[in-house]
């Protein structure tokens, strides 16, 4: 395994090249302080104000304004094209987690690609920050998350899945999910804690923004 690009033992905040609000990056540095930019990312933070830790990428977005700014020993380009910025730097970091912002855009191939990253670095602890939800892969295995009776919750599958759970008004328990067929989106919170109990990796979890830090506690404990 190559040597990761960023470590830091709390949280990172990941930046893509899209969209971002400036209470949503404020909101996710205090949370995570260690600013990191994926490619294009990097003008968004220095637009800002944030000088970023790394910027990670093929380096075809970043402007010829931000590479002068930044120092180039912060500057880490991957000239491969067989993978997006997300993924590369996805897979450059370790830390206790990371949030990602200005990767869920308008367009349908970006969020599609993003949540694929997400489940093939399913070992990583992160969670990408959409306009109204967050989404993070999770992992076999035990997961608990404290939440609200009530609050929405979904899962859809990028790959054969199956498993059971306790704390949902329908529970996953005797069905086969996968993305051509049985899925598991607008589902409910039914008590105060949801464990979940999967076979293998490959399922995405979707929560309401409210519930960041409760998706927070539940990535550090992978």
Same mark, same amino acid.
């Given at each position: 395994?190559?040597?990761? +690009? %960023? ?7 990941? %930046? ?73 730097? *996805? ?6 987690? +990371? ?14 690609? %993003? ?67 049985? +899925? ?21 979890? +979707?929560?309401?923004?409210?519930? *960041? ?10």
């Amino acid at each position: 395994m190559n040597q990761p +690009i %960023v470590q830091y033992p709390e949280g990172v905040t990941l %930046v893509g090249g899209g969209p971002i609000l400036p209470r949503d990056l404020a909101r996710a540095l205090r949370l995570a302080p260690c600013p990191v930019a994926a490619d294009g990312g990097a003008d968004r933070l220095l637009a800002a104000g944030v000088m970023p830790e790394a910027v990670i990428g093929d380096f075809d977005s970043i402007s010829a304004a931000a590479l002068v700014a930044i120092p180039a020993a912060r500057l880490h380009p991957m000239a491969e094209q067989d993978t997006t910025d997300f993924d590369k730097a *996805l897979r450059s970091v370790r830390a206790g987690f +990371i949030l990602a912002l200005g990767f869920s855009g308008a367009r349908a191939d970006h969020g599609l690609a %993003v949540m694929n990253s997400l489940v093939r670095q399913s070992g990583r602890p992160c969670i990408v920050l959409g306009e109204r939800d967050v989404s993070f892969a999770v992992p076999p295995g035990p997961l608990r998350l404290a939440l609200r009776p009530g609050d929405p919750f979904s899962l859809f599958p990028f790959a054969r899945v199956t498993g059971r759970s306790e704390g949902l008004e329908w529970p996953l328990d005797g069905h086969v999910f996968a993305p051509d067929g049985f +899925i598991a989106t607008s589902n409910r919170v039914s008590a105060p804690e949801v464990r979940l109990w999967l076979d293998g990796p490959g399922m995405v979890a +979707i929560l309401p923004r409210r519930r *960041l830090r409760a998706a927070i506690t539940a990535v550090r404990s992978f």
